[in-house]
T-cell receptor
Framework: GAGVSQSPSNKVTEKGKDVELRCDPI?????LYWYRQSLGQGLEFLIY????????KSGLPSDRFSAERTGGSVSTLTIQRTQQEDSAVYLC????????????FGSGTRLTVV | GENVEQHPSTLSVQEGDSAVIKCTYS??????FPWYKQELGKRPQLIID?????GEKKDQRIAVTLNKTAKHFSLHITETQPEDSAVYFC????????????FGQGTILTVHP
């Protein structure tokens, strides 16, 4: 596609429920990243997929968070048993690979846990 | 892993003045340094970047300088305009974190008309 697409744009969920956030990267981009941005804060790295390599999960804050990338394209970030502190904007980005340059970000999913 | 520190956290200037934001990084193997601008409620967008084989890069009113010896890089905006008001993030990658950008904490720039 023309850009990185994320859905839903907004999600309100009850504490304890599971949520799935979707990212559709730019066609042909081999690298995909998930970041989290809490209100007024910086960009916190969560997970990074590069081609067929094992993902770098070093930023996932707890085992309630997981992500997968099917067919080297679309990625889903899953948060189980959501907590209020999970409320944030979840940003996905893609790039054409290591050393290729900067990311293109999606518009993000604003997650609110009530 | 890489660690990026960004200063100042907030910066207020008058229209027409210059603005400078500075970042330091920890991994001497880092070799790519982009800057992103994020307007309120919008996605971060790449505005300029520099690689370690270059000391300075300029694009109209914005420029970035890199000092690899000191491990710091800076964003310079000249003749600031109100539409430059946004949050600016620096980032670094390379070495052990190759491919993964580590971001600074951001600078809120306000340009007063």
């Amino acid at each position: 596609g023309a850009g990185v697409s994320q859905s839903p744009s907004n999600k309100v969920t009850e504490k304890g429920k599971d949520v799935e956030l979707r990212c559709d990267p730019i066609s042909g981009h081999t690298a995909l990243y998930w970041y989290r941005q809490s209100l007024g804060q910086g960009l916190e790295f969560l997970i990074y997929f590069q081609g067929n390599s094992a993902p770098d999960k070093s930023g996932l804050p707890s085992d309630r968070f997981s992500a997968e990338r099917t067919g080297g394209s679309v990625s889903t970030l899953t948060i189980q048993r959501t907590q209020q502190e999970d409320s944030a904007v979840y940003l996905c980005a893609s790039s054409s690979g290591q050393g290729a340059g900067g990311y293109t970000f999606g518009s993000g999913t604003r997650l609110t846990v009530v | 892993g890489e660690n990026v520190e960004q200063h100042p956290s907030t910066l207020s200037v008058q229209e027409g003045d210059s603005a400078v934001i500075k970042c330091t990084y920890s991994d001497s193997a880092s070799n790519y340094f982009p800057w992103y601008k994020q307007e309120l409620g919008k996605r971060p967008q790449l505005i300029i970047d520099i690689r370690s084989n270059v000391g300075e890069k300029k694009d109209q009113r914005i420029a970035v300088t890199l000092n690899k010896t000191a491990k710091h890089f800076s964003l310079h905006i000249t003749e600031t305009q109100p539409e430059d008001s946004a949050v600016y993030f620096c980032a670094a990658t390379g070495g052990t974190s190759y491919g993964k950008l580590t971001f600074g904490q951001g600078t809120i720039l306000t340009v007063h008309p």
